[in-house]
């Protein structure tokens, strides 16, 4: 018997008039049924044939289902954050890449080998950010500000990137824009407001936003985060800086999915409250098996919850779907070729400069001066 499919709706703001007013806008995403523990065991064993047959590998979020985690690790594939997805599935000899996470993901992952396939569970699986700035209205609010440097946040669709001169994620944004300020660069910053505000606040860059939101961290809430720590006051506090500003204020450590594991592993403490998406809980326990982790609150105990502390659109993934596609070929995803070279412009320039951070260069020497982007 086929277990239904529960589609559920899902609200989030995409700006109106110069980035500043926000409407509320629908969309919605569907729950895959979770399988029973046979049918985890029947799935996970059709994928390790199917990867091998198919020359393919599998790249995962932290957000996604633990299983699709732990299988892509034990099939040689990769859990990372998007930086490292972006890098992996350029630089992987396999030849279809499979991608556990949201669209813009795999759009990235296309855009870097368009000479591969890459599949997705579910192709519908979206973001709030990419869904909040369409990139004809994002455009026009380029336009109107043609002497800044346009810096975009991964979370932004193939066509948002082409019109960027920079691409950025939440592990390398404020080495990027500090350095493109040193070298006189007034930024226009798309389409997260709370990390932009988290960078312009760091570095103290010129820096216009667009008006948008994740609506998994948009939701923790400072004053019961501060309640939550005086029933453990011996936690430390991990905050994503897509969080708002008063949530990443109480933080011990800021910072991107990689960096917060690096902060637990690092700390000295025992005990964690951590604002991000649940699904990094995973990841979490099993690289710190003695210490104790707690999710940072949300509005999930009222009506007003939107995604309770884990993208709806994540949860679009599972086991079912892999197997799915690696079978059928089904999910491919598509790139306009024409967009391609543009949009992998601020891409290959992220990977430039962390390549150039790591091999010891300098910040400024990775970045050209006023007007030359």
Request: aromatic share 6%; hydrophobic share 40%.
């Amino acid at each position: 018997m086929t277990k239904a499919v529960n589609v559920i709706d899902v609200e989030y703001e995409q700006p109106e008039q110069e980035g500043a007013v926000c409407a509320t806008k629908y969309a919605w995403a569907r729950v895959p049924p979770e399988p029973s523990q046979a049918e985890r065991g029947t799935l996970k064993d059709k994928i390790r044939r199917l990867l091998k047959e198919k020359n393919a590998v599998m790249v995962s979020h932290y957000y996604v289902h633990p299983d699709l985690q732990d299988l892509a690790e034990e099939t040689g594939g990769i859990v990372s954050d998007s930086l490292e997805m972006a890098r992996f599935g350029r630089d992987h000899a396999a030849q279809t890449l499979v991608v556990s996470g949201v669209r813009f993901m795999g759009e990235t992952a296309k855009i870097l080998s368009p000479e591969k396939t890459v599949l997705m569970p579910d192709l519908d699986a979206t973001c709030s950010l990419d869904l909040g700035c369409p990139v004809d209205e994002f455009s026009a609010f380029c336009d109107q500000h043609p002497d800044r440097t346009v810096v975009v946040y991964a979370n932004t669709s193939a066509a948002v990137k082409a019109r960027a001169d920079w691409l950025v994620t939440s592990s390398c944004a404020l080495e990027i824009v500090s350095a493109l300020k040193d070298k006189g660069h007034k930024i226009l910053w798309a389409p997260d407001r709370h990390l932009g505000g988290y960078i312009q606040q760091q570095t103290g860059a010129d820096m216009l936003f667009w008006n948008g939101a994740c609506i998994v961290h948009d939701e923790f809430k400072a004053l019961e985060l501060e309640l939550l720590k005086k029933e453990h006051p011996q936690a430390k506090i991990l905050v994503h800086p897509e969080s708002p500003a008063e949530v990443v204020a109480l933080a011990d450590a800021v910072g991107s999915t990689s960096a917060i594991l690096k902060a637990a592993q690092t700390l000295d403490a025992s005990e964690f409250i951590v604002a991000t998406d649940k699904g990094m809980m995973h990841k979490l326990r099993q690289l710190n098996p003695s210490k104790t982790f707690y999710e940072a609150p949300t509005a999930g105990n009222s009506a007003t919850c939107k995604s309770c502390a884990h993208c709806p659109w994540m949860a679009m993934n599972g086991l079912a779907g892999v197997a799915h596609v690696l079978e059928t070929g089904a999910n491919a995803v598509h790139v306009d070729p024409a967009l391609i070279p543009r949009a992998r412009l601020p891409i290959d320039r992220m990977l430039a400069f962390t390549a150039g951070l790591k091999n010891g260069q300098s910040p400024g020497a990775l970045v050209p001066h006023f007007g030359a982007a």
